[in-house]
């Protein structure tokens, strides 16, 4: 692997904590994998507030332009209710997401075998799920105008606009092929072209570039509402499924219960290829800065570190490695170590936030 570059931003609340121990997984394959990160750290959100009087830097964003991939914690948090909107915590992270014109948000649900019984579906029907949700982030309603609340004759009238133009379709259509290739080589795309005329482009758009790009990935549509039925009916017959704003929005939140607890959700986006061939990217757990938990060590790192995971497949081109990364958190969990939101009736006590990193390198040292 080419010398890789990581900027980590470790935010805000628990962000800094479970950073911590993705530090130490760094460090170990660094030592043991002989995969070396040029590692850089930097302030966003309420952090960078506290220095900068700003959620994100300048000097920052120039610098998340420049690495292979940024590696965030998360941001918010009570201290920071009361500022003006402009300066709230979050605007750090949406502007990162703008203007490195992160499109691509990539959510997996994966069901580790021993948390199978956290889902809210029928062991058998989750028991080794592993697909991932592609959805579209930067166009679409939430986005599209004309848009707003305006009177017609005596009532009000809310408005909003469902657009896309083809280029926005295409590039999300890649990478979610570029994703099934490094996956199980299948994607299904979601839209409603059967009542939508943006679902028609939608549709038409993916099979071109299938067609002319990707023929050797299986491609397969859906209505995006029977897809919402198939995705809690039999969630496996799925690998890549790629769809727009609004319904990857749900769809991704409905399939990240199938496998229980925020504390276990990695997430990523990603934008266009750089030079190097690596897609511009920033990874995340999807769960916040959680200030009820936060200074007690009691985060679950877990969806911090299968963040990193999904970097070292997704930038990095380990494939091999994120598995034996996600194995590690897999056996550790086997295991019954688990930090207080993975307790069950019957569970000792948990594990501190800590302690479920240095059990993880523990099980990384037995995979080699
Ligand atoms: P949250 O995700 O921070 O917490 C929701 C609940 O889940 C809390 O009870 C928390 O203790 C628990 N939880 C979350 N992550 C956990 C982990 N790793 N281990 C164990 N338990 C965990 O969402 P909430 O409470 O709505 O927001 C708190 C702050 O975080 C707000 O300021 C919000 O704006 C911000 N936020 C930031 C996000 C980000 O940085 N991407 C995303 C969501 C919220
Ligand atoms: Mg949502």
Redesign the pocket.
Known sequence: MSTASLLILA?????PE?MAEVRKIIDWYGAKRDLAFDVSEDLV?GAAYDVHGVPLADETMAKAQAVDAVL???????K??TLDFSL???RG?LRLRKEMDLFANLRPAQCFDALADFSSLKKDIVAGLDIMIVRELTSGVYFGEPRGIHKEGNERVGINTQRYTESEIARVARSAFELAKKRGNKVCSMEKANVMESGILWRDVVTEIHAAEYADVELSHMYADAGAMQLVRAPKQFDVIVTDNLFGDLLSDAAAMLTG???MLPSASLGLPMENGRPKALY??????????AGQG???????ILSFAMALRYSFDQGAEADRLEAAVNQVLAQGIR???LMQAGDTAPAS?SQMGDAVIAALDASL
């Open positions: 935010g805000d609340g628990i962000g479970v959100g965030l914690g998360a941001v918010g948090g009570p920071y209710d709230k915590p979050e992270l607890s925020l504390g995340e757990p999807v769960h916040g800065s959680a200030p009820d938990i009691k985060a679950n790192p877990c969806a911090c930090t207080a939101d936030t």
